[in-house]
């Protein structure tokens, strides 16, 4: 738009653009007969929307006279740049507990053209086949689906879009869904019962325990552990595979049932636990051993036939068919037999006289 007086020349005159030192003169030209002003170069609204000049209209007198006018130049803004966004792509990290309509990250754009970058709107126009998201048209927030929270997939690539009604620009968003531990491990079996003979070699594999936990990446990770200093003093276990071990030689007489507490633990610390019940069974390793060192009883000579002399006892630290006695008379090498003359019950260890014992006496 022009000053209404920038066409007001006089008969007899010439117009001309007076060089004010700015860089408004040079986007125009004059017809100096016809006072009309005219572009010289391209008018961009983005790099100047105002232009200011001063136009002189001089006479052919002598002295010759003139005078001026200020013309006010608005360029107006045409659509005529695209929107553009304030980055190529966008990365997101979310957990997979995010809930229904949470926010997860914001795309935004600019567009040159002033009448314009107020009316952008956005959209996903790919990557979103099942409607895990959304996206606010106007403030390009995104934000999971409010109508359902989704099984997500662990990773996506939104395919983005603004427009400012003529032209559009695309984006691309990845959405890393990282997993959060929602299982502790749980064992098979709460308890397990193992049977190992006393005296085995060292290291040997008695059992494995096994967990699993439904996690994924490194929370569903599992070690494991005996809980307890005491245990592993008799056991190890494999830390990955769950194997059982004995540490040393175990000794059903010192102590015949171990309750070996193990743990199983996810990359995000998350505990199960179960119990290794270990029983020792016994191996017959020890000798009967008689209740006193030394008996003694005094018998008259005229005791009858199947009169008891003395009951000796003995014991045996191990179990079952293993600790069951026998007792027997042994006879010495001299020409003494004492067998001859007494028996014992095998069962009950009685000692009994089975001979006239008076000839003993002479």
């Known amino acids: 738009m022009a000053d209404r007086h920038a066409r007001a020349f006089c008969t007899n005159s010439s117009g001309s653009i007076v060089a004010d030192g700015s860089d408004d003169s040079s986007f125009f030209h004059i017809d100096a007969d016809r006072g009309i ?4 170069q391209k008018l961009d609204h983005e790099a100047k929307s105002r232009l200011n000049f001063e136009v002189v209209a001089t ?5 010759a006279l003139s005078t001026s006018v200020n013309v006010h130049v608005i ?13 190529p792509s966008y990365e997101v990290t979310i957990s997979d507990r995010v809930k229904r309509g949470q926010f997860v990250t914001i795309v935004t ?64 968003v990845y959405i890393r869904v990282e997993n959060s531990n929602h299982y502790a491990p749980a ?6 019962d193992v049977d190992v003979t006393e005296n ?28 307890s200093a005491d245990m592993k003093e008799f056991f190890t276990l494999d830390q990955y595979t769950g194997e059982l071990f004995t540490y040393k030689k175990l000794d059903r007489e010192e102590q015949a049932l171990y309750n070996v507490p193990v743990t199983a633990t996810d990359g995000g610390g998350r505990s199960g636990y179960c119990i ?4 020792v069974a016994d191996q017959g390793d020890n000798m009967p051993q008689f209740v006193m060192q030394d008996y003694k009883a ?39 037999r004492p067998s001859q003359f007494f028996s014992i019950n095998p069962a009950t260890g009685a000692i009994t006289v089975i001979h006239d014992i008076l000839s003993l006496r002479e």
């Open 200 to 227: 085995s070699d060292a290291r040997r594999r008695i059992a494995a325990v096994s967990a699993t936990d439904p996690d994924l990446g490194v929370f569903g990770d599992i070690v494991y552990d005996i809980s």
């Open 59 to 63: 006479d052919h007198g002598y002295p």
């Open 187 to 192: 064992f098979a079996h709460p308890v397990y």
């Open 109 to 172: 754009a600019s567009d040159e053209d002033s009448s314009d970058a107020l009316n952008l709107a956005y959209s996903i126009v790919g990557g979103n086949e099942k409607q895990a998201f959304s996206i606010d048209e106007y403030s390009g927030a995104i934000a999971l689906s409010s109508l359902r929270k989704p099984l997500l997939e662990a990773r996506y690539t939104l395919n983005v879009s603004v427009t400012d009604g003529v032209f559009t620009a695309f984006t691309r």
């Open 75 to 87: 360029v107006m803004d045409l659509n005529d740049n695209a929107p553009r966004f304030d980055h």
């Open 298 to 336: 005094n018998v008259y000579s005229t005791a009858p036939v199947g009169s008891t002399v003395v009951h000796v006892s003995a014991i045996d630290k191990d179990l079952g068919p293993n600790a069951d006695l026998e007792f027997s008379i042994m006879d010495g090498s001299d020409d003494f």
């Open 37 to 40: 002003v005219l572009t010289k």
């Open 276 to 279: 290794v019940r270990v029983n």
